[in-house]
């Protein structure tokens, strides 16, 4: 089975409509890491506007994005340039299955954090409209945890958890909304194997919530098949990817696993001479509360060798281990 397509509206059918949702969204999450969402409730003019907001930040003079630059510990938070950020740090981590190799990823993005956390915050920009896109962007992160929130307790009913299993590890809405800008670019550029718009890695978090423009690239690696990767494009701006992170993986003991993903050059462009255009996207990152466990759920922990899981660290230690991995010396983009 592919990828699958999931109407969260025919929830609400018969109990065996609910009962084939939960089996299908369960079983995408388990095969593959990636489902496709639609019926989740964002209304498709909520989605345009923000996209008009992804736009116009990114139109922003240089001088103003960098008012809110992204701290070089903790979490992402703010405004990264293109070539700060290096994914491929984290590339195959996580999997085991090869070493990083370090590639440069052409893309610049802002990360924005809950406006109740005090201990790391976002640094918003500071012009022209930028108050508006701040009130815009916490807004469209409440919306994202609700999201977020009702998924997992589906998943909580598809694994036969108590209610609340998931989400009480949750319960303090941590997570980032990230919109990222990846300009224009020659596609000889990136096949050459040492560009990706977005080199391959796992989310480090629970669930991811993403939305992206028509142009294409996203790809996810086979979950049996090493370096097999197949292309994930979304049928409109309503059509949401939802894809498993590490911490489920964790949690779950592999049984739910996160997927490596990359964004490269759109399926089916070959010509040699062509400038695949911008490319927009906006993702959610579901996060833990800082003092989670990183263990396995005790529902999961047979299926580890012993049947304990001896990881002591808490979700935090992890996220900022990890993000601190993806960090590159700050670049400054032209005004």
């Given at each position: 089975?592919?990828?699958a397509a999931?109407?969260?509206?025919r929830?609400q059918g018969t109990?065996a409509?609910?009962e084939?949702?939960?089996?299908t969204f369960?079983?995408?999450?388990a095969?593959h890491?990636?489902?496709?969402?639609?019926g989740?409730?964002?209304?498709?003019?909520?989605?345009k506007?923000?996209f008009?907001?992804?736009?116009e930040f990114?139109e922003?003079?240089?001088?103003?994005?960098?008012?809110?630059?992204?701290?070089?510990?903790?979490?992402n938070?703010?405004?990264i340039?293109?070539?700060?950020?290096?994914l491929?740090?984290i590339?195959?981590?996580?999997?085991?299955?090869?070493n990083?190799?370090?590639?440069?990823d052409?893309?610049?993005s802002?990360?924005a954090?809950?406006?109740?956390?005090?201990?790391?915050?976002?640094?918003w920009p500071?012009?022209?409209?930028?108050?508006e896109f701040?009130v815009?962007m916490?807004?469209f992160?409440?919306?994202?945890?609700?999201?977020?929130?009702?998924?997992?307790?589906?998943l909580?009913?598809?694994l036969?958890l108590s209610p609340n299993?998931?989400t009480s590890?949750?319960?303090a809405?941590?997570?980032e909304?990230?919109?990222?800008?990846?300009?224009p670019?020659?596609i000889t550029?990136?096949k050459?194997?040492s560009?990706?718009?977005?080199?391959?890695?796992?989310?480090?978090?629970i669930l991811t919530?993403?939305?992206?423009?028509?142009?294409?690239?996203?790809?996810?690696e086979?979950?049996?098949k090493?370096?097999d990767?197949i292309?994930i494009?979304s049928s409109?701006?309503?059509?949401m990817?939802v894809?498993?992170?590490?911490?489920?993986q964790?949690?779950?003991?592999n049984?739910?696993?996160s997927?490596?993903?990359?964004?490269t050059?759109?399926p089916g462009?070959?010509?040699?001479d062509?400038?695949i255009?911008?490319r927009?996207?906006?993702g959610?990152?579901?996060?833990?509360?800082?003092?989670?466990?990183?263990a396995?759920l005790?529902?999961?922990?047979?299926?580890?060798?012993?049947?304990v899981?001896?990881?002591?660290?808490?979700?935090?230690?992890?996220?900022?281990?990890?993000?601190?991995?993806?960090?590159?010396?700050p670049?400054k983009?032209?005004a």
């Open positions: 089975m592919g990828v999931v109407d969260l509206s929830l109990p409509e609910r084939a949702v939960l089996l369960l079983e995408s999450c095969s890491g990636f489902v496709k969402i639609i989740h409730g964002i209304p498709e003019a909520r989605l506007e923000l008009h907001w992804t736009k990114f922003f003079p240089a001088s103003v994005k960098q008012t809110a630059p992204r701290p070089l510990v903790g979490p938070r703010g405004y340039a293109v070539g700060g950020e290096k491929s740090g590339s195959g981590y996580m999997k085991g299955v090869r990083p190799v370090m590639r440069n052409v893309k610049e802002f990360d954090g809950p406006e109740h956390d005090k201990i790391h915050p976002t640094p500071v012009g022209p409209r930028c108050d701040r815009f916490e807004a992160l409440l919306e994202c945890l609700a999201v977020h929130n009702d998924l997992l307790h589906l909580e009913e598809a036969h299993d998931l590890r949750c319960s809405g941590n997570g909304v990230r919109i990222t800008h990846y300009p670019v020659p550029q990136l050459t194997g560009t990706y718009r977005i080199s391959e890695h796992t989310d480090v978090g919530l993403l939305f992206q423009d028509a142009v294409g690239g996203l790809e996810i086979g979950q049996t090493s370096s990767f292309p494009e409109n701006l309503n059509e990817i894809n498993c992170g590490d911490t489920l964790r949690w779950t003991a049984y739910l696993r997927a490596n993903h990359r964004v050059y759109p462009l070959q010509d040699e062509a400038l255009p911008a927009y996207s906006v959610f990152f579901g996060k833990a509360n800082m003092s989670a466990s990183m396995a005790p529902e999961f922990a047979s299926r580890l060798e012993g049947g899981d001896m990881d002591e660290r808490t979700a935090q230690e992890y996220y900022n281990y990890m993000h601190e991995r993806t960090v590159a010396a670049a983009v032209a």
